[in-house]
């Protein structure tokens, strides 16, 4: 129980930062203008296209992917901004102290704190992704495939860089924790793309290296699978794009990145239980 | 069973002894005034004690079990040096998020959580937030909070500080009532007329060691010096006066003796009566801890 109570009291927190309103916002934002400019250019199409059927699906595919894709990438932006003073800033404030020694384990409030950002993260990705959906569902009455996995899997691709900014937390100064998730966040990115352009190439050291770098951080391939599950067969052979993929990581690559955010949560619960304070 | 026991405490940080080979023990009821300058090792002390800080050598035992066990830390109250909060969550909201934490259940919580703001003069700020509050306001939001769960030993490390005089003497009517209860206090200060009032054990640490603990008496009592205020002290009188101890003229019919031991008092004012001194006053003075504490400050370690 004592971890849903922290889970409750880090969710109440992050709520009252300005941060995750105005991520919120930007989010918001983003939406809307996807609303319009999605609305403006259909029509274009449809006055100017024959085949309107065809061309509006494969074109609210890709459309709606990038839209997805800048979800993802808030949704990064948001767990680790939130997450990045989550513990260390608690030490450094001193309010840790007070709940430190209430009759409860250490692994209990890394795991609460843990918690309750996840399912604030999972929230966001959520309710963002189906705006986005949504949006083109109402104006073209188009469904991507696999929705729901691949909603999971942006989740999951929160919970690799959250989790990895509350390891960080547990030992670095918000600062230096934030620079550093945000930099293994532009490898994991360009890593994945070496990989893609590897694969299409078909130059195998390009491939290995993408791959060493998704297994050393699994953040970016979860998307990468996504959005291969979630594209339309069409813009699946039409080739290479930041937003659509053409290797997707295997099945087996999630099963990696779960057991990698469960790996990194426990490291950061040992390093917190290690550590004085 | 000791409530709190310390057996050859340490905390080395890289080159720095914090706390070196502390040893103390203290019953139910007992408060110790743990008294040292700023940082003579108190916090690291009361840290290690609530198993916030791992001791590099030495073990401790708070009610017979390790430090941080939360079996233990139940029946435990702390408030910390410059007590930090969430400053959003309104007083009563902070104490319910508390008692949440020691596992009390809501009616108690709702219940106790009044009790506290009214026992720290809180009670009609219940709905404002923390960032609102003075510092003497947190203090005592503070103190209200290491008292949630009726705790059988509490530690205060510096519950004074930002306290105005009126708010200090609550903080010591409280510790008072605190023993009164059976309850067990472990008080950082360097606040010598506080420990003075408050305490009934001290401990004096010096860069990470603890050079005199004891009972106040026990401390401060060692050497009394005895005011004695008589007619008819006639130098023969005052030549003998030096069997029970130093003697030093202070005024007309005045002098102090330091004795080094208090029974032989008696003794004294019989010699003193009989050999036809008036004697008006008798007073033993007991060392205050002020100087008492200075005079450690200045021995060499």
Known sequence: MNVLTIAHLTFLEARQRKLFWIILVIGLLALGLFALGFHFTYRDIQASSTNVQLIASQFSNLLLLMGLYGVSSLAVMLGVLVSVDTISGEIASGTIQTIVTKPLRRWEIVVGKWLGLALMLTAFILAMGSGFVLVVYAQVGYLPPHIIPGFGLMVLEGLVFLTLSILGGTRLPPLGNGVVVFMLYGVSFVGGWIEQVGSLLRNEAAVNIGIATSLLLPGEAMWRRASYLMQSAVLRDLGVNPFVTTSPPSPAMVGYTVGYIAVALAAAVYLFSKRDL | ?301
């Open chain 2, 1 to 301: 069973m000791p409530v709190i026991e310390a057996t050859a405490l340490s905390k080395v940080y890289g080159p720095t002894v914090a706390v070196d080979d502390l040893t103390l023990s203290l019953e139910r009821g007992e408060v110790l005034g743990f008294l040292g300058a700023n940082g003579a090792g108190k916090t690291t002390t009361i840290k290690m004690l609530l198993g916030l800080v791992r001791p590099t050598a030495g073990q401790a035992r708070i009610l017979g079990r390790p430090p941080g066990d939360p079996a233990v830390m139940g029946r435990v109250g702390f408030l910390p040096e410059h007590f930090r909060f969430h400053p959003w969550l309104t007083a009563a909201g902070f104490l319910d998020l508390h008692g949440r934490l020691y596992r009390m259940p809501a009616a108690a919580r709702r219940r106790r959580v009044a009790e506290l703001l009214e026992q720290v003069g809180l009670a009609d700020r219940a709905r404002s937030r923390l960032t609102d509050f003075s510092k003497g306001m947190l203090q005592r939001i503070g103190l209200a909070q290491a008292l949630l769960n009726r705790p059988a030993v509490v530690f205060l490390d510096e519950p004074t500080s930002g306290l105005d005089p009126l708010g200090r003497r609550e903080v010591r009517d409280l510790i008072g009532e605190l023993r009164r209860t059976g309850v067990t206090v472990f008080l950082n200060s360097h606040l010598l007329s506080e420990v003075e009032a408050a305490c009934d054990h001290v401990a004096i640490i010096k860069r990470g060691r603890v050079v005199r603990v004891g009972t106040l008496d026990e401390l401060t009592g060692a050497d009394t010096e005895v005011e004695v205020r008589a007619g008819g002290l006639t130098p023969e009188i005052i030549a003998g006066l030096s069997a029970w101890g130093a003697v030093v003229p202070a005024g007309a019919g005045g002098l102090t003796v330091t004795v080094a031991d208090r029974e032989r008092l008696p003794e004294m004012a019989r010699y003193l009566v009989e050999g036809g001194a008036r004697l008006y006053a008798l007073s033993p003075r007991r060392l205050p801890l002020e100087e008492l504490f200075l005079r450690i400050m200045k021995e060499d370690a």
